[in-house]
């Protein structure tokens, strides 16, 4: 089977009228189905800009990258969107959830886009919604709901259409410790789940609960260190 | 939104009132009666005494199309002041042959109409409206009473054989105006002699025939009698009065859709500044669908549905307006009103489609929208 993500000399260059920043430089990145991957790196280092290609929420100025096989770096954007929506989950710092809209239909919404008939829909959101605690509340509001309700929302709608990939950006982020706990062991049980997880951070207390980390400097990987599995 | 409940109503009012005008006119017509028609002379240089219509005119006329028309008269009428126990009333006589109440509806109150004997022997009779025998003598029973009337120079003493009731329609009444004149019938043969020529024929087509059809036989046949041309008479129906009629009504309505339609448009120039600011509100929200995996037609689609709604929604809002505008304007001058479903289903599936048309740019807007650049904004 191939890798879930392969990654060779990969470059972003932006833009803004005569100044040209380059965010990544020649990159080269391979990672396996499975594995729990923290990016790691001070802010203008180039890992949102990476989380924005490898989520294919952005495309490379040069270099090739394969998702499952997939060379998706020259890809229409609606083809983009149906790659997101069958093999990305996201899961935001901001939560992101859809506002005057119930924790249900935010849950059910990828399957929407994905054309799943709305019994089946229902039916594998009130199941995550169990998974992550929250069977209780899937007809509240978001507003209604504590930070670390909202992420888990956000975890359950990134698991809706069973993704092979799922991307946390600073996932605790705007949440107290205890929260941050709790999500982050539900990322874990995931991960042993089998689901390959990236993780971008900048706390290395998150980065523990990593099997391999990657730190990223002025565009560059500086350090792809696998850490021991307890 | 209110462009569009403005639009909207106005354009269901004015349709309201145009098929209102048409059934108005069509009872006024129902009241002249459809098939009737006036035979006269018409664009003569030169007029020979030969043109006109006399009574032998009528009788040949009468038993040449026996078979295709119903009843054929003098058009001619006579005024003259009537004075009963120093109260006056202006009278109008209308000229009639026996048998037009078989032809036209007349509702008679008390006594009876003019009759064949009435025509035959010349009788010095005549059927007041009831108006007029109420203001001559007080009540509506006035037959058995004479009155004395001018015809030509003559003033003769008329026996009051029947009282009728007029059942025009209110509206006919208003159109009308405020006639001083009080109606009745005579007998043509008492107001008229022999050697006078009539300028006019009051015609009523059999139902089975064509009104048209028996219009050229007729040209035809007195063009030919009077050595004349067929342009030298005309047969007016009021079935081209009608045409013509609709046809005013039709232009103000097209004259007054087109105000209506200007004010649709600033209704959709609305609707598209509401729906670009909810595309700015939302900014974020489109770049979590996008992100989720929404395609650019599904965000299209779902601001377009959302503008149609709105506009859909003001469409439903200015129909029930318009409606219960000419309802009121109709009450007030008491026509009965023709609401068409159609136009009202019409209206709405319009205004959806003004939502449509001004929600495609701001939903395309949307739609384009780079999903990272929406996730960013605050």
Known sequence: MSNLITIKSLNKIYKNGAVEVHALKNINLEIQHGEFIAIMGQSGSGKSTLMNILGCLDRPTSGEYLLEGT????????ELSAIRNKKIGFVFQAFNLIPRTNVLSNVELPMVYAKIKAPKRKQRAIELLEKVGLSDRINHLPNELSGGQKQRVAIARSLANNPPLIFADEPTGNL????????????????????????????PELAEYADRVIVFRDGSIIEDRKREVL | MLGIIIGISSVIAIVSIG?????VMDDIYKDIGKNRAYFYVYNVEEFRSTDFFYLDDIELLKERFSDKITYICPSESLRSDVTVNKRVIKLNMACVDYGFDTVQHVKMLYGRMINKGDVDRKSKVIVLEQNAALKLFNKENATGQTIKVKIGDYLEELLIVGVYKNEESPVLSLLNGQDIYEDSYV??????SSSYGFYAL??????????????DDMLKYVANLKNREVENYQFYTVEEDQATLNGVVGGMSVAVAAIAAISLLVGGIGIMNIMLVSVTERTREIGIKKALGARTKDVLFQFLIESATLSAFGGMVGTMFGIGLVMIGGSIISIPIVV?????????????????????????KAAKSDPIDALRYE
């Open chain 1, 71 to 78: 060379d998706v770096s020259k890809l229409s954007q609606d």
């Open chain 1, 176 to 203: 107290d410790t205890q929260s941050s706990e709790e999500i982050m062991e539900i990322f874990r049980s995931l991960n042993k789940e089998g689901n390959s997880i990236i993780l971008v951070t900048h706390e």
């Open chain 2, 19 to 23: 098929d209102s005008m048409k059934g």
């Open chain 2, 187 to 192: 007998p043509f043969t008492m107001a008229f």
């Open chain 2, 202 to 215: 009051d015609i009523f087509v059999a139902d089975n025939s064509s009104v048209s059809d028996v219009g």
């Open chain 2, 340 to 364: 068409n479903p159609l136009s009202v289903v019409i209206a709405v599936v319009f205004s959806m489609i003004i939502g449509i048309f001004f929600g495609y740019y701001p939903a395309k």
